[in-house]
């Protein structure tokens, strides 16, 4: 089956610096990928939608100069979030998508803890 | 209307019985319907999926029922065990929001042995 691996899995930074989180289809090349937040038993919430080759799409509320998101290649996105606090400590979760049409493959999930 | 409403919140069961969570939707544009299965620190991985075409699928002791009047569908887990507790999501996909998933807001299942 398609595989989606993120790394760190967990990563605990300081207030103020920044954290990039990866997210690489192992076995398929992803045209899009999303990436969502999500708190402690809440649902998932989509933060952007990452199209390889072109600028991501936010969504309504997410600040894009915060969360800088980059999509260089077929197989890899990456989320960095820029100047940290501790606010901003959640699940990460990327997932990747080999065509439009296709089902959405999640990676494990990146916790971010800001101290 | 881009909303997907999911009830119950949390679900207890015993062993061995059925779980049956439940969803609905307002936009009639959605073309892709599917369940996820999380466990506590992972990423939700596909159960089963269905389209409005199909009123029902089976997959091993998971089953989607889906009544595209209604603009409901809901997922039944048959003779639950204590390895199915987890959270489960439905999902909608298709409308406007093109490729993107729009999530339910989950149930926690507890089966206890």
């Known amino acids: 089956g398609a595989v989606v691996s993120q790394h760190p899995s967990r990563v605990i930074c300081k207030s103020g610096t920044s954290v990039k989180i990866e997210c690489r289809s192992l076995d398929f090349q992803a045209t899009t990928m999303f990436w969502y937040r999500q708190f402690p038993k809440k649902s998932l919430m989509l933060m952007a939608t990452s199209n390889e080759g072109s600028k991501a799409t936010y969504e309504q509320g997410v600040e894009k100069d915060k969360f800088l998101i980059n999509h260089a290649s077929l197989t890899l996105s990456t989320l960095t979030v820029t100047s940290a606090h501790p606010e901003d400590s959640s699940f990460y979760i990327c997932?990747?998508?080999?065509?439009?049409?296709?089902?959405?493959?999640f990676g494990p999930g990146t916790r971010l803890t800001v101290t | 209307q881009q909303q997907v409403k999911q009830s119950p919140q949390s679900l207890i069961v015993q062993k061995g019985g059925i779980s049956i969570i439940n969803c609905a939707y307002e936009n009639t544009a959605f073309d892709y319907f599917p369940w996820y299965q999380q466990f506590p620190g992972k990423g939700p991985a596909l159960l089963i999926a269905?389209?409005?075409?199909?009123s029902e699928k089976k997959e091993g002791r998971f089953t989607i029922s889906f009544n595209k009047s209604a603009k409901q569908f809901s997922l039944h887990i048959m003779d639950s065990q204590p390895g199915d507790s987890a959270t489960y999501f439905c999902a909608a996909r298709g409308g406007t929001s093109y490729g993107k998933l729009t999530f339910g807001q989950g149930t926690i299942l507890t089966v206890h042995p």
């Open positions: 997932s990747a998508v080999p065509d439009i049409s296709y089902e959405q493959y």
């Open positions: 269905i389209r409005p075409d199909v």
